[in-house]
Nanobody, 121 residues
Framework: QVQLVESGGGLVQPGGSLRLSCAAS????????MSWYRQVPGLQREFIAA???????AYGDSVKGRFTISRDNARNTGYLQMDSLKPEDTAVYLC???????????????WGQGTQVTVSS
């Protein structure tokens, strides 16, 4: 199995910054894609950012220019740097990874439990 542990959430004032981490452990040959989503109760889960194993990135329109995704492949850890936070960024942020457990095998998807981010004065 693969376990994901997110950390770094909390309460921050508008305009502030937070850095989320997602540490993956377990049987991992390679992490194909590491992504972040966010969830607000009653709304659809929203795509935030993704990073492939080659370093390519993609961002949701609502966070472009404010959030930055990165990853440390040696530590199987991903990060989401969130700057210029707004109250509408308040949500549970979830880490998602697509993992190959063995070379040449198809990748499988795993989700973390999420970390709460609250942007409020």
């Amino acid at each position: 199995q693969v376990q994901l542990v997110e950390s770094g959430g909390g309460l921050v004032q508008p305009g502030g910054s937070l850095r989320l981490s997602c540490a993956a452990s377990g049987r991992i040959y390679s992490i194909v894609t590491m992504s972040w989503y966010r969830q607000v109760p009653g709304l659809q889960r929203e795509f935030i950012a993704a990073m492939g194993s080659g370093g390519g990135t993609a961002y949701g329109d609502s966070v472009k220019g404010r959030f930055t995704i990165s990853r440390d492949n040696a530590r199987n850890t991903g990060y989401l740097q969130m700057d210029s936070l707004k109250p509408e960024d308040t949500a549970v942020y979830l880490c998602h990874v697509s993992v190959r457990k063995f070379a040449g095998r198809p990748a499988a998807d795993y989700w973390g439990q999420g970390t709460q981010v609250t942007v409020s004065s």
